[in-house]
């Protein structure tokens, strides 16, 4: 407790400290509120470093749009402290194979290697070997220092930690109607919505995304005590509030449909425990003002969908245009297999946004193949019986998301899917024992 209201204090201090803002006071309690919130859940050390690794780098590639070598840099140590881990690393590729999530997260970097080298790039096949590195040594190690604990708590707590950065960082303009946002196209036209603070930022769908993501592990799983429970799904709210994150609300209220359906099946929760996301949920609308924040164009152009079913027809098109390589191991233009549309103008690299038409762009016909593959072998393991609900609830929810994000595919943003690798090992038949809920062994 003493360090928990050390923290807390520093976070108050700080936050008072902007501008003299009153509302900067707020948002440092805010802040320190969430990090202590993240220091409770007494994380595991290496969940707390898998969870880092993957929305530290998130962060600084919005941080840092311009400076592509400063993420470059993360993952490389990323990628050795993994490799460390799971030395022998022959012994972990048969239970990698069991994974859906590695199905998801790692077929297409090795398709897309294959596509690249058939036509001649060459350099982006070695930069697609780098990533692929990086993203399978993530799995290994995952597995590896699995075999005696649950990462999936500290994974959790780290989007918790990083949540407690981006608010402090943004403290100042927390409860402004503009904020700070990325100096070039991304930003444009989106500083209603908040990001962080200057020097770290972080795109508000996926900080939304995080919020939830630790509402999913923590708000089901009765382990946590009560406070702990409720505070993460009104943290999740919050963060959707003011990030203005419809994928964010979508996320949240998939969470909240497939608990109850599922805490009802399990009689693992009681009525109030299914209500409290849906009473969320609504303080969100309010907050938000309903339907004008879920209809709203964020764009001049591209409507509802933000530019998004314009995006995925260009990739029909240029799939329909390729040669054989590409239309069966994916786009070989650059290694990430970014997509350009006229109306976006020069030099505008598009990302998907959908999981199932980016694992076409990047790894072709063979790509969405094990995209499927990948997707089945996950909610099986999810829908096992005594399978974890907070893994339960946590696969089902991410369905609708994928239509929206590129989160479980292996991606510098694949938070979600560092998430799902961590709690799919203890439920895919791979050899690592599948923890107690609580050390009493507590039902979950």
């Known amino acids: 407790m003493s360090r928990a209201a050390a923290a807390l204090a520093v976070m108050i201090a700080a936050g008072a400290m902007h501008h003299g803002d009153p509302r900067?006071?707020?948002a440092g309690l805010i802040a320190g509120f969430v990090a202590v919130l993240a220091l409770s859940l007494s994380p595991d050390r290496t969940g707390l470093a898998?969870?880092?690794?993957?929305?530290?780098?998130?962060?600084?590639s919005w941080t840092y749009t311009s400076r592509p070598l400063v993420v470059w840099a993360l993952l490389l140590v990323e990628g050795l402290v993994f490799a460390w881990w799971s030395r022998p690393w022959i012994a972990w590729l048969r239970p990698a194979g069991r994974l859906g999530t590695a199905w998801l997260g790692l077929a297409y970097w090795l398709l897309g290697i294959v596509g690249a080298a058939l036509v001649g790039h060459v350099g982006v096949a070695a930069e697609r070997t780098a990533y692929a590195g990086v993203f399978g040594l993530a799995v290994l190690g995952v597995l590896a220092r699995s075999r005696s604990r649950d990462l999936s708590t500290g994974v959790a707590?780290?989007?918790?930690?990083?949540?407690?950065?981006?608010?402090?960082?943004?403290?100042?303009?927390?409860f402004r109607a503009t904020h700070p946002v990325p100096d070039n196209d991304w930003g444009t036209g989106l500083e209603h919505r908040f990001w962080g603070g200057p020097g770290l930022l972080y795109h508000p769908n996926s900080m939304a995304g995080v919020a939830v993501l630790l509402a999913i592990r923590v708000g089901p799983d009765r382990a946590f005590a009560a406070w702990q429970r409720v505070s993460v799904v009104a943290l999740a709210g919050f963060v959707v509030a003011v990030t203005n994150s419809r994928t964010g609300f979508v996320f949240l209220l998939a969470a909240a449909v497939a608990h109850a359906v599922v805490s009802v099946a399990r009689r693992s929760a009681s009525t109030p425990e299914r209500i409290v996301p849906f009473a969320v949920l609504a303080a969100v609308l309010v907050a938000t003002h309903g339907t004008a924040f879920l209809?709203?164009?964020?764009?001049?152009?591209?409507?509802?969908?933000?530019?998004?079913?314009?995006?995925w027809k260009q990739v029909a098109r240029d799939w329909e245009h390729a040669g054989w390589a590409e239309k069966t191991f994916g786009d070989a233009s650059d290694a990430r297999a970014t997509v350009h549309r006229e109306s976006s103008g020069d030099g505008i690299e598009l990302t998907v946004d959908n999981a199932?038409?980016?694992a076409l762009r990047r790894g072709g016909a063979l790509g969405e193949l094990a995209f499927l593959v990948g997707l089945f072998l996950l909610v099986r393991h999810a829908l096992r019986p005594g399978a974890r609900i907070w893994f339960t609830v946590a696969v089902l929810a991410s369905l609708p998301t994928v239509a929206t994000t590129e989160w479980l595919l292996g991606t510098t943003?694949?938070?979600?899917?560092i998430l799902a690798v961590a709690g799919e090992v203890t439920h895919s038949g791979s050899p690592v024992p599948s923890p107690r809920c609580s050390p009493a062994g507590t039902p979950c």
Do not use: H, K, P
């Not at 898998?50 to 600084?60: N, R, T």
């Not at 960082?169 to 927390?174: E, F, R, S």
């Open 295 to 311: 209809g709203q164009a964020r764009y001049a152009e591209g409507g509802v969908t933000s530019g998004r079913l314009d995006t």
């Open 157 to 174: 707590a780290a989007f918790g930690f990083a949540l407690a950065a981006l608010l402090f960082a943004g403290a100042g303009n927390l």
């Open 50 to 60: 898998v969870g880092g690794f993957f929305v530290g780098a998130g962060i600084l």
């Open 356 to 358: 199932a038409v980016g």
């Open 413 to 417: 943003g694949g938070t979600l899917w």
């Open 24 to 26: 900067a006071a707020l």
